[in-house]
């Protein structure tokens, strides 16, 4: 029999890709996702990547009703990787009670369902940004928790606190969180990737948008950070190796591994690279000019941000295989397939 794991999210950007990676694994999946952010197309990108279609259910998880019964109708899941969260962090200043109700309750009530129907194993999506400007570079799991500078930063602090007092008081829960740094590219094949609702407000999406037309042209946001050319440093990593991660903390939660029933991990390359490093590569490997202006800084930009994933290493046995170059390349594969 296969195993059972419910991704809730499974048809966003990173979801998609951890499907792909649990199929291609062998394990069995069942697929949450309201669509607020995705597009039910992605079943087909999942299915002809693997040949197989996953289960799915379209539920919003901010109703408990409908979540309660999915859960009597699925006994048999063995494992939840919990991706379903809204992520835009100007947005999350504007409504930040639809952030926490969409962040925190939907969180509470898979906890909930997982008590009682006692299912074992969990996977939360962090984020870096818990760290805020962090004190010391790379930045390690140790490095302190920053007060969050946005509603979205917060959710994802204050569902780690919910995920540790669970696994305090109940030893039989084990759990993981990921800390990603800055999810990019798409599958190799050009079926899944990443669909900005809008105009996107992330880096990559932008730049590929730029170079497909869509955008006049890319705003650099600022170039006089303490940095070696002025623009902002981050950990870009390539969203297949990111939904890779997702597959190892499983097993390890599934095969009794843990050290700790809750346990956190940086999810990163180890090497960070600044805005305009992404401008050049980007232009380099797909052989094109992008058209892009310096501005002022973004409200909320920290300057540096890259991780330290000895831990992920060591413990998860884990770490990043693909380059930012094979990322930059793989977006603009899936820009131009889209955009067609
Ligand atoms: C952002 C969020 C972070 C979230 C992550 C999700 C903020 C402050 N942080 O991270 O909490 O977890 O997305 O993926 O929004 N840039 C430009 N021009 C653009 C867009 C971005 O120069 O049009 C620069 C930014 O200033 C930054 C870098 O590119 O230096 C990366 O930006 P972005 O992709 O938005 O990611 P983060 O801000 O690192």
Not at 78 to 97: C, D, N, T, Y
Not at 245 to 273: C, D, P
């Amino acid at each position: 029999m296969k195993t059972k794991i419910l991704v809730t999210g499974g048809l966003g950007f990173i979801g998609s890709h951890t499907v792909v990676a649990l199929q291609e694994k062998g394990y069995d999946v069942v697929i949450i996702d309201n669509l607020s952010n995705s597009d039910i197309s992605v079943l087909e990108g999942i299915t002809k990547i693997t040949g197989v279609r996953p289960e799915f259910e379209a539920i919003d998880l901010r109703d408990k009703a409908k979540v309660i019964d999915f859960f009597n109708r699925h006994s048999d899941i063995k494992g939840i990787i919990h991706f379903a969260a809204s992520k835009a962090v100007g947005e999350s200043v504007q409504k930040p009670l639809l952030y926490y109700e969409n962040n925190i309750n939907t969180l509470i009530y898979l906890l909930q369902q997982m008590q009682d129907k006692e299912i074992r194993n969990f996977i939360f999506s962090s984020s870096c940004t818990v760290y805020g400007e962090p004190d010391s570079l790379p930045i390690t799991e140790a490095a302190p928790i920053k007060p969050a500078l946005s509603p979205y930063g917060n959710t994802k602090q204050i569902g780690e606190e919910i995920i540790r007092d669970t696994a305090k008081a109940y030893p039989e829960f084990n759990s993981i969180a990921l800390r990603y740094f800055n999810p990019i590219g798409a599958h190799p094949t050009a079926y899944i990737g990443e669909l900005p609702l809008g105009v996107p407000q992330n880096l990559i999406p932008f730049v590929t948008q730029t170079a497909a037309g869509i955008r006049q042209e890319l705003s650099v946001f600022g170039d006089d950070y303490p940095t070696p050319d002025g623009t902002a440093i981050r950990d870009y990593i390539h969203v297949v190796d990111l939904a890779e991660s997702h597959v190892v903390a499983l097993e390890r939660l599934l095969n009794n591994r843990q050290k700790a029933n809750f346990e956190v991990f940086n999810i990163g390359t180890g090497r960070g690279s600044s805005v305009m490093e992404i401008i050049k590569s980007f232009e380099k490997v797909n052989g094109l000019k992008l058209n892009y202006k310096i501005v002022g800084r973004r409200e909320g930009d920290v300057t540096s941000v890259w991780a330290d994933t000895s831990l992920a290493e060591k413990e998860l046995g884990w770490k990043a295989r693909l380059s930012m170059e094979d990322a930059l390349r793989d977006a603009w594969h899936w820009q131009q397939k889209i955009s067609k």
